[in-house]
């Protein structure tokens, strides 16, 4: 059975093309303003590097932010539904998930099953998202990926009290004004977050194995930050950015078209219970 997932998020656009069970190709692109025509470019390159045609594709399963704007889709599923599928395939073990992407940053609580038990979502701030990374790092005029490579030099924690980009960016500025070395800046940075992240983790509860997932868990720097955080070591799978795609394939794969799962956005009072 040949299946895809597509999961279209506020940055980015990722797609995977599953058959039996095997991946056959994977694809991603900026999802930019339009988002529709994102996905559907994303979807028909992925279409011809499989070497198939649209007809052979029996269940398309989307999801994301922007998960509807997948017209070719047959169904949507929540993000944390798709995460959770897509972690448990290649992490069986997982059972506290943390995903970060760009616009935001979610832990899930999941049973040996791979079913969600719990979820939480940071509120909507910029301050736990890979934007904050973005932002932080135009305004040290380097390289996302130098930055994170950076953080890992810093020899002195530097604490950063923003959690604002808009803040963070006029922290940093002031920061390099004061001489403050860059890897430690860096640091500061990822601490910053991870510290967001981790306390979002503790309102679902820190159960082994914890597992990062999204387009940050590429930054090595965010990743040893959170393991800091936590006390606990992070497992992050291989293309870690395409596990809420593959989660998607997966359901498509099974024959779910439609599995909601309740957010718990968290406000200020669970922010602060999880920082207990």
Not at 8 to 30: C, Q, R, Y
Not at 61 to 77: C, K, L
Not at 108 to 131: H, Q, R, Y
Request: with cysteine; glycine share 10%.
């Amino acid at each position: 059975m040949i299946v895809a997932g597509i999961d279209i998020g506020g940055k980015n656009v990722h797609a995977v093309i599953m058959k039996d069970g095997t991946m056959l190709a994977k694809g991603a692109m900026p999802a930019g303003i339009k988002k529709a025509e994102s996905a559907e470019q994303v979807y028909s390159e992925l279409i011809k590097k499989a070497g198939l045609k649209r007809e052979d594709v029996e269940r398309v399963v989307a999801t994301g932010s922007a998960g509807d704007r997948a017209a070719f889709a047959q169904g949507v599923i929540a993000d944390a539904a798709a995460d959770a599928r897509g972690a448990h395939k290649l992490i069986p073990t997982a059972r506290t998930i943390i995903d970060v992407g760009g616009e935001e940053g979610r832990a899930i609580k999941i049973s040996a099953e791979g079913k969600v038990l719990d979820f939480a979502v940071n509120e909507k701030c910029a301050a736990g998202t890979g934007t904050f990374v973005d932002t932080m790092a135009r305004a040290l005029e380097i390289p996302v990926e130098e930055m994170a490579k950076l953080s890992l030099e810093s020899t002195h924690a530097v604490p950063m009290n923003a959690q604002c980009a808009v803040f963070g960016e006029s922290e940093v500025v002031s920061l390099i004004h004061a001489k403050t070395p860059k890897p430690d800046i860096a640091r500061a940075v990822h601490d910053a977050i991870a510290g967001r992240i981790g306390s979002v983790a503790r309102i679902v509860g820190l159960e082994d194995d914890i597992t990062m997932i999204g387009g940050v868990a590429n930054n090595v720097g965010f990743v040893e930050s959170l393991k800091k955080d936590l006390g606990k070591d992070v497992k992050v799978p291989q293309d870690p950015d395409y596990v809420g795609a593959l989660g998607a394939a997966l359901a498509a794969s099974a024959g779910v078209t439609e599995e909601k799962v309740e957010a718990k956005v968290v406000e200020k009072e669970r922010y602060e219970e999880g920082k207990a």
